[in-house]
Nanobody, 116 residues
């Protein structure tokens, strides 16, 4: 099993920044990629950004140039630096870890609210 714990959400004004953190524990050697998803009220959960074990990153178009995903030196922590936040970024953000076999693990989510 893998446990994921997010932190760093909160309330910020439009144009501001936040950094989310996700700490992984358990059988993390099985994790092939980690990422961040978000879900706004009444909407489906959507991918925000991913980073593979080799360090390759991928972003949805809406956050390109504003968000940066990265890993800590110990490789069991992933970060999401969010700059130039917009009200449309308001969501619950979830950390995800995925194995090569396709098993997904999820954190409990952290609320990000951007006031306009």
């Amino acid at each position: 099993q893998v446990q994921l714990v997010e932190s760093g959400g909160g309330l910020v004004q439009a144009g501001g920044s936040l950094r989310l953190s996700c700490a992984a524990s358990g059988f993390i050697a099985n994790i092939n990629a980690m990422g961040w998803y978000r879900q706004a009220p009444g909407k489906q959960r959507e991918l925000v950004a991913t980073i593979t074990r080799s360090g390759s990153t991928n972003y949805i178009d809406f956050v390109k140039g504003r968000f940066t995903i990265s890993r800590g030196n110990a490789k069991n922590t992933v970060y999401l630096q969010m700059n130039s936040l917009k009200s449309e970024d308001t969501s619950v953000y979830y950390c995800n870890g995925r194995t090569a076999g396709g098993t997904s693990y999820w954190g409990q989510g952290t609320q990000v609210t951007v006031s306009s």
